[in-house]
T-cell receptor
Framework: DAGVIQSPRHEVTEMGQEVTLRCKPI?????LFWYRQTMMRGLELLIY????????DSGMPEDRFSAKMPNASFSTLKIQPSEPRDSAVYFC??????????FGSGTRLTVV | AQSVTQLDSQVPVFEEAPVELRCNYS??????LFWYVQYPNQGLQLLLK??????LVKGINGFEAEFNKSQTSFHLRKPSVHISDTAEYFC???????????FGAGTTVTVRA
């Protein structure tokens, strides 16, 4: 099993540009989570999906952030337009109807 | 809502010494509890979890944790640490009827020779 796969590993972009982060969950896992990690705020849940349906997006910071899960094997987190305060490590995690996630290696986003 | 407090932000410890990382939680509903480890530039890895049953939970890499409902605590212990245990450790809680995890702020463990 390849685990949860995130791409890219690193992204540097200019303020105002659109950024898309990608996640492939573990095959057979039916819940997917997007977290953001910063020094100031720690690990924050942004959104989570169950069976490809968004269940709770209350952690999404503002309308500049959007997430989709078009099928069971792929999810995206988009930021448009990006701002320097969006700089963080973004993690995707998945689980199969249980408790205890498997995390991806994260995408380190830097907005300059 | 649930919240998690990790009482120590930094824990320096010598190799082969024991270590305890403290975690307290608050919740109005029954919860499940977790400890994760994060090595530098990596994602989080599940160390152990408490869902039900015995309050003493054993995990990977020689770690164990004890759930204490009356004290709302879930402290993590290892009797003898290695240099390779240097990492950040996160305590997390989820409601028993949901998968949403809330994390503590983390404890950085630095093991010295």
């Amino acid at each position: 099993d390849a685990g949860v796969i995130q791409s890219p590993r690193h992204e540097v972009t200019e303020m105002g540009q659109e950024v898309t982060l990608r996640c492939k969950p573990i095959s057979g896992h039916n819940s997917l989570f997007w977290y953001r990690q910063t020094m100031m705020r720690g690990l924050e849940l942004l959104i989570y999906f169950n069976n490809n349906v968004p269940i709770d997006d209350s952690g999404m910071p503002e309308d500049r952030f959007s997430a989709k899960m078009p099928n069971a094997s792929f999810s995206t987190l988009k930021i448009q337009p990006s701002e320097p305060r969006d700089s963080a490590v973004y993690f995707c995690a998945s689980t199969r109807g249980g408790h205890g996630y498997t995390f991806g290696s994260g995408t380190r986003l830097t907005v300059v | 809502a649930q919240s998690v407090t990790q009482l120590d932000s930094q824990v320096p410890v010598f190799e082969e010494a024991p270590v305890e990382l403290r975690c307290n939680y608050s919740s109005s509903v029954s919860v499940y509890l977790f400890w994760y480890v994060q090595y530098p530039n990596q994602g989080l890895q599940l160390l152990l979890k408490y869902l039900s049953g015995s309050t003493l939970v054993k995990g990977i890499n020689g770690f164990e944790a004890e759930f204490n409902k009356s004290q709302t605590s879930f402290h993590l212990r290892k009797p003898s640490v290695h240099i390779s245990d240097t990492a950040e450790y996160f305590c997390a809680v989820s409601p028993s009827n949901d998968y949403k995890l809330s994390f503590g702020a983390g404890t950085t463990v630095t093991v010295r020779a």
